[in-house]
């Protein structure tokens, strides 16, 4: 173990750090910009305009790196990051925060980008599925931590703008300092989109929801937050909740996937995330602990659902075209993030805070619905010919450069593993 790890080290080190600040960022700007009385439509532009930019920061960025290396785009964007959040608390205006948090989506995607592509090119075939496994965890564990570290300070103080600028500024070190050579040029987005949807509709359409709805929970939980009075802290159990359910459910959803027809297992965390947000209505939020628990439900719902329609989307595709499929559902999923604030803040103004559940509970049925339809439409694929079901990290914000980690990308990995098993038998 210590032999996979030891290369790779210092860039799980600076994924750790970019995750605290971006798990401090994602809670503390909303309930920053709630305490400011801001209506929640335009708090909702805030994350439209994150999800649109670390988009468009997957998609141009490559572009960038090719044309000046990967330590300086790293670097500067970096730097850019801190100085986004810096600049929330130098401006406090909800039109220049909208700027700031596109700044910081374009730069994140693009770190994000650097780093895997490192991790990827240090990684052997053999190594790269401990690799993965470890950089998800990381990756969960940096976001809980930064979430944990808001109710420390005070949100309407600048402190924790400062904290979360100087964690992004610490993950520079470990990156900038390797003396590992670059990685090779970054994957670009590929895709199209009439043949993706004709490959698994079902995939597709979940993607778009999957977008949906983790956009509203990200960008407008802490908004719920404040708007029903619960402390900085018991949001943070409630956002720790949600990623501790999504956390625990993808092994044991993901296992059924691949033994009972994927569509079915879609219905049911569906089901279940649908009933999750609509009980929300039905509790009283003095009883917390019971909406933790439903919070961590929801969580079993959001997380595991976008990991399996990429391994749907996968079995009707060519061993070849992992990377290319799982990006093209990205994009699908980025511009469902770009929709999901804004018809929630909406939600939010017509239904009271509890919209945001009511949304996130129609998007819930409709994929279980289509999911039902789709069943009558296409048999499943034979299990000999399915891929492997895999984690997605969903709860962090993914680039193309995720895929090319995903050890599934490697053609052979799953006749690998198979010859494996039978010499072992």
Known sequence: MRAMISPVFALLVSTLLMQIGGGMAGYLLPLRAAEEGWDTLLISLFAASFAMAFTLGCVVVPRIVFLVGHIRVFSALTAAMAISLLLHSVIVDPFAWAVFRGIHGFAIAGTYMVLESWLNEKSTNEARGTIFAIYMIMSTCGIMIGQFLVPLGDTSDTILFIVCALAFLASLFPTTLTTAASPNPLTTVRFDLKALFHRSPIATVTALFCGLVTGTWFSLGPVFVTLRDITTSDGAIMLASAMAGGTLGQFPFGVLSDKIDRR????????????????VYFIDLESLNFFFVLMFFLGLAIFPLYSIAIAHANDFSAADEFVETSSGLLVIYGAG??????IGAFAMQGLGPEGMFALMSISFAIVAIYAAYRLQQRDQV??????????????????PQTFELDPRSDPEWGSEIEEDTETNQ
């Open 264 to 279: 079915i297992v879609m219905i049911i965390i569906s089901v279940l995330g649908s009933l999750s947000c609509l009980a």
């Open 337 to 342: 993030s770009v929709a999901g604030p804004i």
């Open 382 to 399: 034979p299990e000999e010919d399915r891929m492997d079901y895999g984690i997605t990290p969903v709860g962090r914000s993914l680039s």
